[in-house]
Protein backbone atom coordinates (compact mmCIF):
# COMPACT_ATOMS: atom_id res chain seq x y z
CA UNK A 1 0.00 0.00 0.00
CA UNK A 2 1.66 3.18 -1.22
CA UNK A 3 1.65 5.83 1.60
CA UNK A 4 0.32 9.29 0.63
CA UNK A 5 -0.06 13.20 1.92
CA UNK A 6 -2.35 15.94 1.21
CA UNK A 7 -1.22 19.06 -0.61
CA UNK A 8 -2.17 20.66 2.63
CA UNK A 9 -0.05 18.48 4.78
CA UNK A 10 2.48 18.78 2.47
CA UNK A 11 2.15 22.62 2.21
CA UNK A 12 2.13 22.58 6.25
CA UNK A 13 5.76 20.58 6.03
CA UNK A 14 7.05 23.64 4.15
CA UNK A 15 5.74 26.24 6.48
CA UNK A 16 7.16 24.61 9.37
CA UNK A 17 10.97 24.94 7.45
CA UNK A 18 11.22 21.70 6.73
CA UNK A 19 13.06 20.66 3.00
CA UNK A 20 11.36 17.57 1.91
CA UNK A 21 12.65 15.90 -0.85
CA UNK A 22 10.21 15.96 -3.55
CA UNK A 23 10.41 14.06 -6.92
CA UNK A 24 8.42 15.35 -9.79
CA UNK A 25 7.57 12.44 -12.38
CA UNK A 26 6.49 13.85 -15.02
CA UNK A 27 7.95 14.48 -18.35
CA UNK A 28 10.16 17.54 -19.36
CA UNK A 29 7.76 19.27 -20.89
CA UNK A 30 5.48 19.43 -18.00
CA UNK A 31 7.91 19.60 -15.52
CA UNK A 32 8.52 22.52 -17.57
CA UNK A 33 5.25 24.11 -17.27
CA UNK A 34 4.27 24.25 -14.06
CA UNK A 35 5.93 22.73 -10.98
CA UNK A 36 6.57 22.88 -6.84
CA UNK A 37 9.57 25.24 -6.56
CA UNK A 38 11.16 22.49 -4.65
CA UNK A 39 10.84 19.82 -7.21
CA UNK A 40 13.58 17.90 -8.81
CA UNK A 41 12.35 16.43 -12.06
CA UNK A 42 13.00 12.53 -12.90
CA UNK A 43 10.93 11.46 -15.49
CA UNK A 44 8.98 7.91 -14.27
CA UNK A 45 10.11 6.12 -17.53
CA UNK A 46 13.69 6.99 -16.31
CA UNK A 47 13.57 6.64 -12.65
CA UNK A 48 16.07 4.18 -11.24
CA UNK A 49 15.25 3.51 -7.57
CA UNK A 50 18.94 1.89 -6.37
CA UNK A 51 20.48 5.01 -7.99
CA UNK A 52 18.42 8.17 -6.43
CA UNK A 53 18.64 6.07 -3.30
CA UNK A 54 22.44 6.02 -3.37
CA UNK A 55 22.26 9.76 -3.91
CA UNK A 56 20.53 10.26 -0.61
CA UNK A 57 23.75 9.34 1.59
CA UNK A 58 21.77 7.21 3.73
CA UNK A 59 19.13 10.00 4.14
CA UNK A 60 16.40 8.47 6.48
CA UNK A 61 13.81 11.28 5.79
CA UNK A 62 11.01 10.03 3.38
CA UNK A 63 11.02 10.92 -0.62
CA UNK A 64 7.76 12.32 -2.15
CA UNK A 65 6.57 12.21 -5.33
CA UNK A 66 4.25 14.24 -7.03
CA UNK A 67 3.11 14.22 -10.73
CA UNK A 68 0.15 15.81 -12.37
CA UNK A 69 -2.39 14.56 -10.39
CA UNK A 70 -1.31 11.55 -8.32
CA UNK A 71 -1.21 8.42 -10.59
CA UNK A 72 2.22 8.57 -11.62
CA UNK A 73 3.37 9.27 -8.41
CA UNK A 74 1.53 6.56 -7.03
CA UNK A 75 3.28 4.38 -9.45
CA UNK A 76 6.72 5.63 -9.11
CA UNK A 77 6.13 4.94 -5.44
CA UNK A 78 5.76 1.26 -6.19
CA UNK A 79 8.96 1.20 -8.42
CA UNK A 80 10.37 2.30 -5.22
CA UNK A 81 9.17 -0.11 -2.69
CA UNK A 82 9.31 -3.11 -5.38
CA UNK A 83 13.25 -2.47 -5.09
CA UNK A 84 13.10 -1.92 -1.16
CA UNK A 85 12.81 1.40 -0.62
CA UNK A 86 9.85 2.04 1.20
CA UNK A 87 10.09 5.27 3.19
CA UNK A 88 8.17 6.97 0.01
CA UNK A 89 5.35 9.20 -0.18
CA UNK A 90 2.64 10.04 -2.93
CA UNK A 91 1.62 13.81 -2.87
CA UNK A 92 -2.42 13.20 -3.10
CA UNK A 93 -3.90 15.18 -6.17
CA UNK A 94 -0.55 16.33 -7.92
CA UNK A 95 0.80 19.71 -8.65
CA UNK A 96 -2.69 20.87 -9.21
CA UNK A 97 -3.37 19.99 -6.11
CA UNK A 98 -0.42 21.75 -4.47
CA UNK A 99 -0.91 24.42 -6.56
CA UNK A 100 -4.30 25.03 -4.87
CA UNK A 101 -3.20 24.13 -1.79
CA UNK A 102 -0.76 27.55 -1.58
CA UNK A 103 2.36 25.56 -1.98
CA UNK A 104 5.02 27.31 -3.95
CA UNK A 105 4.87 26.88 -7.65
CA UNK A 106 6.85 28.00 -10.88
CA UNK A 107 5.65 28.78 -14.02
CA UNK A 108 6.58 27.76 -17.67
CA UNK A 109 5.62 27.56 -21.08
CA UNK A 110 2.06 26.30 -21.51
CA UNK A 111 2.23 22.21 -22.56
CA UNK A 112 0.18 19.66 -23.13
CA UNK A 113 -0.36 17.29 -20.65
CA UNK A 114 0.36 13.32 -20.86
CA UNK A 115 -3.21 12.07 -20.62
CA UNK A 116 -4.23 15.00 -23.05
CA UNK A 117 -1.91 13.18 -25.40
CA UNK A 118 -3.39 10.01 -24.55
CA UNK A 119 -6.17 10.82 -25.05
CA UNK A 120 -6.27 12.15 -28.42
CA UNK A 121 -4.33 9.76 -29.60
CA UNK A 122 -6.16 6.81 -28.63
CA UNK A 123 -9.52 7.91 -30.14
CA UNK A 124 -7.37 9.25 -33.45
CA UNK A 125 -6.33 5.51 -34.03
CA UNK A 126 -9.74 4.19 -32.91
CA UNK A 127 -11.26 6.33 -35.62
CA UNK A 128 -8.92 5.15 -38.20
CA UNK A 129 -9.08 1.06 -36.78
CA UNK A 130 -13.32 2.16 -37.25
CA UNK A 131 -13.05 3.57 -40.67
CA UNK A 132 -10.86 0.67 -42.38
CA UNK A 133 -12.89 -1.48 -40.58
CA UNK A 134 -16.25 -0.35 -42.07
CA UNK A 135 -15.28 1.01 -45.20
CA UNK A 136 -12.04 -0.72 -46.57
CA UNK A 137 -11.96 -3.85 -48.51
CA UNK A 138 -9.76 -6.61 -46.99
CA UNK A 139 -7.10 -7.68 -45.49
CA UNK A 140 -7.93 -3.92 -44.48
CA UNK A 141 -10.94 -4.33 -43.14
CA UNK A 142 -9.57 -6.79 -40.49
CA UNK A 143 -6.32 -4.65 -39.72
CA UNK A 144 -8.69 -2.09 -39.27
CA UNK A 145 -10.54 -3.98 -36.62
CA UNK A 146 -8.18 -5.10 -35.24
CA UNK A 147 -6.68 -1.98 -34.26
CA UNK A 148 -9.83 -0.70 -32.55
CA UNK A 149 -9.97 -3.78 -31.04
CA UNK A 150 -6.51 -3.22 -29.74
CA UNK A 151 -6.60 -0.37 -28.66
CA UNK A 152 -10.00 -0.99 -26.88
CA UNK A 153 -8.49 -3.30 -24.92
CA UNK A 154 -5.32 -1.73 -24.06
CA UNK A 155 -7.53 0.94 -22.81
CA UNK A 156 -9.17 -1.18 -20.33
CA UNK A 157 -6.09 -2.85 -18.90
CA UNK A 158 -4.66 0.94 -18.23
CA UNK A 159 -7.92 1.25 -16.28
CA UNK A 160 -7.40 -1.69 -14.51
CA UNK A 161 -3.96 -1.84 -13.80
CA UNK A 162 -3.68 2.33 -14.21
CA UNK A 163 -0.67 1.68 -16.18
CA UNK A 164 -0.75 3.25 -19.12
CA UNK A 165 1.94 1.63 -22.25
CA UNK A 166 0.78 4.42 -24.41
CA UNK A 167 1.92 6.68 -22.30
CA UNK A 168 5.09 5.38 -21.79
CA UNK A 169 5.28 5.42 -25.22
CA UNK A 170 4.46 8.77 -25.47
CA UNK A 171 6.50 10.32 -22.96
CA UNK A 172 10.03 9.35 -24.88
CA UNK A 173 8.75 10.96 -27.72
CA UNK A 174 11.26 14.37 -28.49
CA UNK A 175 8.14 16.39 -27.87
CA UNK A 176 7.52 15.65 -24.52
CA UNK A 177 11.34 16.21 -23.73
CA UNK A 178 12.46 19.41 -24.82
CA UNK A 179 10.42 22.02 -22.64
CA UNK A 180 10.76 25.45 -25.12
CA UNK A 181 8.97 23.30 -27.77
CA UNK A 182 6.85 21.19 -26.62
CA UNK A 183 3.63 22.55 -26.67
CA UNK A 184 4.17 23.11 -30.88
CA UNK A 185 5.77 19.94 -31.22
CA UNK A 186 3.20 17.94 -29.23
CA UNK A 187 0.01 19.69 -31.21
CA UNK A 188 2.20 19.14 -34.90
CA UNK A 189 2.22 15.73 -34.01
CA UNK A 190 -0.70 15.24 -32.55
CA UNK A 191 -2.66 17.31 -34.95
CA UNK A 192 -1.09 14.98 -37.56
CA UNK A 193 -2.27 12.11 -36.61
CA UNK A 194 -5.69 12.98 -36.02
CA UNK A 195 -5.61 14.44 -39.85
CA UNK A 196 -4.21 10.80 -40.27
CA UNK A 197 -7.56 9.40 -39.34
CA UNK A 198 -9.22 11.83 -41.32
CA UNK A 199 -7.59 10.90 -44.60
CA UNK A 200 -8.00 7.52 -43.28
CA UNK A 201 -11.78 7.42 -43.46
CA UNK A 202 -11.50 9.14 -46.72
CA UNK A 203 -9.91 6.73 -48.28
CA UNK A 204 -11.62 3.73 -47.16
CA UNK A 205 -15.06 5.68 -48.05
CA UNK A 206 -13.53 6.24 -51.63
CA UNK A 207 -12.37 2.12 -51.58
CA UNK A 208 -15.81 0.94 -50.94
CA UNK A 209 -17.48 3.73 -53.48
CA UNK A 210 -15.04 1.97 -56.18
CA UNK A 211 -15.60 -1.85 -55.13
CA UNK A 212 -19.41 -0.89 -55.46
CA UNK A 213 -18.95 0.49 -58.53
CA UNK A 214 -16.89 -2.23 -60.05
CA UNK A 215 -19.14 -4.68 -59.16
Known amino acids: ?27 PAEYGEVHVDCARNVPLDRLDPKSLASGLGGQQDPIYFVCRSGG ?27 E ?24 ALVAIGAALGGFAPEPWSTVGMGL ?6 GLVFAGVTDTCGMAMVLARMPWNQACRTATTCSRAVLLAIVLGGLAGTAIAEQSKDLLVAVK
Open 148 to 153: AGFIGV
Open 100 to 123: LAGVAVLHGRKAMSLERQVRITAG
Open 1 to 27: MVATISAQAFNELRRRGDTPMLIDVRT
Open 72 to 98: RSKQACEKMIAAGITNVVSVDGGTAAC
